[in-house]
């Protein structure tokens, strides 16, 4: 078991930059893959990004494709969500979660979900 704790997030203008961080604690960080998953009201939490743990391969949704970047540094157990280019649709709480196994897509493949941080962006 991991603790996920995120921070970053915050209220930005359409075209905008965040940088999101993921926090995990414990030694053996490096042995996760870890992805990040956002919720707007009312909807089903979806997937964003995840970086894998051997050999940090990248995958994303289409919709942040291009614009999102995610990133790990290992000695600091930390996971990096750079988000440029923000739309109003990209308003959601954050969310980062460890993989435990199956498909990537899917949020109920992941555990020890942190707290969420807000991300919102205004027109």
């Known amino acids: 078991q991991v603790q996920l704790v995120e921070s970053g997030g915050g209220l930005v203008q359409a075209g905008g930059s965040l940088r999101l961080s993921c926090v995990a604690s414990?030694?053996?960080?490096?042995?996760?893959?870890i992805g990040w998953f956002r919720q707007a009201p009312g909807k089903e939490r979806e997937f964003v990004a995840v970086?894998?743990?051997?050999?940090?391969?990248?995958y994303y949704a289409d919709s942040v494709k291009g614009r999102f970047t995610i990133s790990r540094d290992n000695a600091k157990n930390t996971v990096y969500l750079q988000m440029n280019s923000l739309k109003p649709e990209d308003t959601a709480v954050y969310y980062c979660?460890?993989?435990?196994?199956?498909?990537?897509?899917?949020?109920?493949?992941?555990?020890?979900w942190g707290q969420g941080t807000q991300v919102t962006v205004s027109s």
């Open positions: 979660g460890r993989f435990t196994g199956g498909n990537y897509y899917r949020p109920r493949n992941y555990n020890d």
């Open positions: 414990g030694r053996t960080f490096s042995r996760y893959s």
């Open positions: 970086i894998t743990q051997s050999d940090s391969r990248v």
